[in-house]
């Protein structure tokens, strides 16, 4: 039975107070996304979103949802949780934007040991500016108070994002032909895959995050916890550019390459990339020195440089290059496709 008198939600564990403040603190980021279609202020039971699906003869909702993984123990080890919430975003939208849709909102999920206001302030902080940058409205969420079952300083983030794409202008790979072109588009570095392994090649140094390292010209932590590159502005406006021509888009995410190039290309169609191509970053070369891991087995883990690939007409390859490096993006011609079964094949 339970004692009125001596027992409460506060005594279990979960303090509604500190709820009350977080949803006062986060309030400002959260509205500050918001774009045409959202219909109600922040804090109902129901997150409402009206699409504007006019010139669409057929819309096609998009939906992806992820999370950060391990990546969030060198936040928590750094204490630094304003750029975690990018990474959600990204995780996401990144997948969305690959079938050409242009995701329109996002609702977070952070279950945490114990609700700390400021700290889930920044994490908001950070999903809201993930949010505008791939242009967003994060129009909801949960905080969820976990004691006795995580650790007080602990948490978990995920996500989930909704676009919308006109069924014909679905990109799926089922256009893509022998003698098409691969654009990689550069990454940031580590973006969010890989962390388990990462965190076992730098075990000695994970006390040690903010030691110098050369060749990044910042410290360790700061290059393990930069932030998942958000590609959805600059696809959607070379895709609107060269309509027809963007035949196939890969986030390169757990997996690598091997996992994720395939998922976009028809049976009888297989991937050549030019490792020669692809820029070469200080962080992966450290991973490969320092944890004797195989080149090929790099590839299949990491995004090595490159965050998203585009297959495209290979008579439009330098115009698209063009118009991306336009935008602000390292766009890198990787490789080429070919006749054969699905696959992809990495040229030492």
């Known amino acids: 039975m339970i004692n009125s008198k001596s027992d409460s939600y506060a005594k279990a564990g979960v303090d509604i107070t500190a709820g009350y403040e977080s949803v006062k ?9 918001f ?48 750029t975690i919430g990018i990474d959600c975003v990204a995780m996401c939208v990144n997948d969305i934007v690959c079938t050409g849709a242009e995701p329109l909102f996002f609702l ?12 889930t302030e920044r994490i908001v ?17 949960e905080t969820a108070e976990h004691p006795d079952m995580m650790p007080e300083n602990d948490y978990d983030l995920a996500g989930f994002s ?5 069924y014909e202008k679905i990109i799926d790979g089922k256009t893509i ?67 027809g021509d963007i035949r196939g888009i890969s986030n390169i995410t757990g997996g690598g390459y091997n996992e994720n190039i395939p998922r976009m290309l028809p049976k009888d169609v297989r991937a050549r990339v030019e490792i020669s191509n692809i820029p070469k970053m200080p962080i992966f070369e450290m991973i490969s020195t320092k944890g004797n891991i195989p080149a090929s087995d790099m590839y299949n883990t990491f995004n090595m440089g490159i965050g998203i690939v585009i297959t495209v007409r290979e008579d439009k390859t330098e115009q698209i290059m063009s118009a991306l490096r336009e935008q602000g993006e390292q766009p890198y011609c990787i490789g080429n496709c070919v006749k054969g079964e699905s696959g992809v094949d990495l040229l030492w």
């Open 177 to 243: 032909s022998p003698g098409d072109t691969i654009i990689g588009l550069a990454s940031s570095g580590l973006h969010s895959n890989g962390f388990s392994l990462v965190r076992k090649v730098f075990s000695d140094e994970m006390r040690k995050l903010d030691t110098y390292i050369p060749e990044f010209s910042h410290t360790l932590g700061e290059e393990l916890l930069a932030p998942t590159r958000i590609y959805v502005k600059p696809l959607l406006n070379i895709i609107q550019e060269f309509p």
């Open 162 to 166: 909704v676009g919308f794409v006109d």
């Open 35 to 82: 774009r045409s279609g959202v219909l109600n202020d922040f804090g109902g039971f129901g997150a409402m979103f009206e699409p504007n699906l006019s010139g669409m003869k057929r819309p096609v909702a998009v939906s992806g949802t992820d999370g950060v993984g391990t990546k969030l123990l060198v936040a928590q080890t750094m204490d630094k949780h304003d």
């Open 108 to 119: 977070d999920y952070i279950a945490t040991g114990k609700n700390k206001p400021e700290k």
């Open 25 to 33: 603190l986060i309030k400002p980021h959260i509205k500050s996304t």
């Open 125 to 141: 902080a950070g999903i809201a500016k993930g949010c505008k940058m791939a242009g967003c409205a994060l129009i909801g969420g």
